[in-house]
């Protein structure tokens, strides 16, 4: 209700209506530009859960229906498998990680939501409703992972026979206790990639279910001032580099790892701009009002990857994000002794044996390209090159917080959390009898983060689908 005596309601009002006028028509542009942070709704209670094939598209396509495809085959640069045989791998594997993604240990994560951005200044805050996000009660949570959080117990994950911290802890005093987090968290800090703020005494849990990655509205130039900094400011660039956004071309003389930090970066890029296009609301219209619907949007697909429409650089982006797709499963297959019983606990008995049988199912899928990253080819030489890329892709971590949509920072500090948990795993010490000590909320990125690449992969086969029917007379 608005004052009408009161002038600075009138003005309040006004200005909100001339915003949300304004959004539509600056949409494509925007998106063109930056990209943003986020649809990801298909309907149902999961947003991993939606088949892309029963979605009526919004958008119709009328160019050349193999132009954004045309490229993308081979294998993978940087990698063992095939696009083919990533294609057919995942289509056994998607229905085992959409089902794991439902089950408690999951789908609550907890999350920070008071870090300051330490890069600039607060900006470009969200004014729309749904960048909100619903966090949990104290009822919300299981049992199990409530027992967990209040012992304030350290997942100490390595490999099977070595004795469990969470064991010792009952035995040692205050002090030592105290002494022993106390190094994990300089452990942590030495090998890990990205700062892990589960801990924090003002996390909270959040169910992902109930806060699905979508479009909210959080567009312009402050989505945009985040991708420049990941690009321009902590991607590693080639000497004659002069400005603006790299592009695939620029970086190919780089070596490895140099080329894999920005095609991290540009895949997971990539992914949460096919998870816009496949999940585009439109309104029904009609009265009563009906719900938004969510479906693909053919045109705003070309947007992002026809190569006439990104300077020849769509394909590559769909080629990086086979890439980081197959980074994470490899990460998955190395971890496989870190995905026990005891380290997978949510308290709900046949949830976790049933999230057993699931990942057993993805490891098992990946026999037909075997070690899908080969990860010993990086650092062989370069400590410094190590903590370098280390430190350029803690930063990312922390541009994160200067997101201005709470419900797009969770999603976006999610997933560079799993991305930097498959790099901890992947890039652990050699010759260490234990693998990385891993948190849980470490473990749930890494898997959710894996769920959205295995969804996108699905979608982008429906839009080659979509896109052939449209040229069909």
């Not at 050349?64 to 696009?83: I, M, N, P, Q, Y």
Request: charged fraction near 20%; include cysteine; charge should be negative.
């Amino acid at each position: 209700l608005v004052d009408r005596s009161n002038p600075r309601q009138i003005f309040r009002k006004r200005t909100i209506m001339s915003r949300r006028a304004l959004v539509g028509s600056v949409l494509l542009v925007t998106l063109f530009l930056f990209g943003v942070f986020g649809i990801n709704e298909q309907g149902g209670s999961s947003p991993f859960s939606t088949n892309p094939s029963s979605v009526t598209p919004i958008v119709q396509d009328s160019g050349d229906a193999d132009r954004c495809f045309r490229d993308l085959h081979g294998v993978v640069e940087d990698c063992r498998c095939s696009v083919d045989v990533v294609e057919r791998m995942n289509s056994n594997i998607f229905a085992a990680i959409t089902d794991l993604l439902q089950l408690d240990y999951f789908k609550f994560y907890k999350s920070n939501f008071n870090s300051s951005c330490p890069f600039w200044s607060d900006e470009g805050e969200c004014l729309s409703k749904s960048c909100a996000v619903s966090v949990c009660t104290d009822s919300d949570i299981p049992l199990g992972l409530k027992m967990d959080e209040e012992a304030g117990r350290v997942l100490d994950c390595g490999m099977e026979g070595g004795p469990d911290l969470a064991d010792v802890l009952h035995t040692i005093s205050d002090s030592q206790r105290a002494a022993l987090e106390g190094l994990h968290a300089r452990d942590a800090e030495h090998h890990g990639f990205c700062d892990v703020d589960d801990d924090s005494q003002h996390g909270v849990f959040v169910n992902l279910l109930d806060n699905p990655e979508r479009f909210t509205g959080y567009i312009g130039s402050s989505p945009g001032r985040i991708w420049r900094a990941i690009y321009s400011e902590n991607c590693f660039k080639p000497d004659n580099f002069m400005g603006g956004f790299l592009t695939q071309r620029m970086i190919r003389d780089l070596c490895m790892e140099k080329r894999v930090f920005y095609r991290i970066m540009s895949g997971l890029h990539a992914c949460i701009n096919l998870h816009v296009a496949a999940s585009y609301p439109s309104s029904p219209g009609g009265f009563p009002p009906r719900p938004t619907v969510w479906g693909p949007n053919v045109t705003m697909f070309d947007i992002f990857f026809d190569p006439q429409r990104t300077y020849g650089e769509g394909p590559s982006r769909l080629h990086n994000m086979y890439f980081t797709y197959l980074l994470l499963l490899r990460a998955v297959v190395k971890g496989a002794p870190l995905w026990t019983p005891t380290r997978l606990h949510s308290g709900a008995d046949v949830q976790d044996t049933r999230a057993q049988a699931l990942i057993a199912s993805v490891i098992e899928a990946t026999s037909d390209c075997g070690a899908t990253f080969d990860e010993t080819l990086m650092f062989q030489d370069s400590d410094e090159l190590k903590a370098e890329f280390s430190m350029h892709f803690k930063n990312v971590s922390r541009i994160m917080d200067c997101v201005g949509c709470e419900k797009c920072r969770l999603w976006g500090k999610l997933q560079v959390t799993g991305l930097a948990a498959a790099l901890k795993i992947l890039f652990s010490e050699p010759g260490l009898s234990l693998l990385p000590r891993l948190r849980r909320n470490e473990i749930v990125a890494l898997f959710v983060t894996f769920g959205r690449f295995s969804q996108a992969l699905s979608e982008l086969q429906h839009f080659r689908h979509l896109k052939q029917a449209a040229r069909r007379p």
